[in-house]
């Protein structure tokens, strides 16, 4: 009897303490998010097909470019095998043709007077070679975040926002994915990896459509825009923001181009 009792009291002991560490455990690979809910309301509904402006232009950059640092890698040795040349750190990417690349440019004034459906289409991020892909992105609220590991080493996903939840996941082997979602806006949210601290990433989070990162020729699009008067903006991660404010009419591709000068 008293071995009995012994043994009844060891296991619920030992149940009360996987109660009571749960809150920290990683979640699985394996994460499958609610439907997505539309966007926050903001009037009356989005129209695509009679939504046809649009604003174009580059993001220039101006003066001496900033010295290239080299990420060490040395630390893991699948990363090291990933490249075949030296990889220099992301914070600042210049084109050949002096534009930057890595600048969001989105809608921050004039498009809460309509409401818009989310996308159920994932964005996705990926590590590959110890990076992230891609450096910037842009996803609606709700939309799914699909997040991937490309390499055979163990990644975490670390997203540090001041208004959404964070979260910390671990993928430990190729080919894992997990969806997971943003429900509220927030521009931007920084994201590292706890692993590999060169790791960095940063996601725009909105709750319309209006969005583009600058790319290899530094040139941003923001189309399917009703007619309208409104407030865009450009964040680099290390120069800061800028703002303007652009008037389209419909089938009209406005132009504006923003310069961030160096330190």
């Given at each position: ?210 969005y583009s990162v600058t790319g290899t020729d530094g040139s941003f ?43």
């Open positions: 009897m008293y071995l009995r009792k012994l043994s009844y009291c060891a296991l619920l002991l030992a149940l009360l303490f996987v109660v009571a560490c749960g809150g920290g455990k990683e979640e699985s690979s394996t994460t499958t998010p609610a439907k997505p809910a539309a966007a926050p309301s903001g009037g009356n509904a989005y129209d695509p097909a009679k939504s046809t402006a649009s604003i174009t232009g580059k993001a220039k950059f101006d003066g001496a470019k900033p010295n290239l640092v080299k990420i060490q890698m040395s630390a893991d040795a699948v990363c090291m095998k990933a490249h075949s040349t030296p990889v220099m750190d992301q914070s600042v990417v210049i084109n050949d043709d002096g534009t930057l690349q890595n600048v969001f440019v989105y809608v921050k004034e004039g498009a809460e007077k309509w409401t818009y459906q989310t996308p159920t289409t994932p964005v996705e991020i990926d590590q590959q070679g110890c990076l992230y892909h891609p450096h910037v992105l842009g996803i609606m609220v709700n939309q799914p975040l699909t997040i991937k590991n490309g390499d055979p080493t163990l990644h975490n996903i670390h997203p540090q926002p001041k208004i959404n939840t964070p979260f910390n996941l671990a993928q430990p082997m190729i080919n894992m994915q997990t969806n997971k979602t943003f429900d509220k806006v927030e521009v931007m949210i920084p994201v590292k990896c706890d692993v590999h601290r060169w790791m960095e990433s940063y996601i725009g989070v909105l709750n319309h459509p209006f699009t923001i189309k399917g825009l009703p007619a309208g008067t409104y407030t865009i903006e450009a964040w680099h991660e290390k120069y800061g923001a800028q703002t303007a404010t652009v008037t389209v009419t419909d089938g009209q591709a406005a132009t504006n181009d923003f310069t961030f000068k160096a330190s």
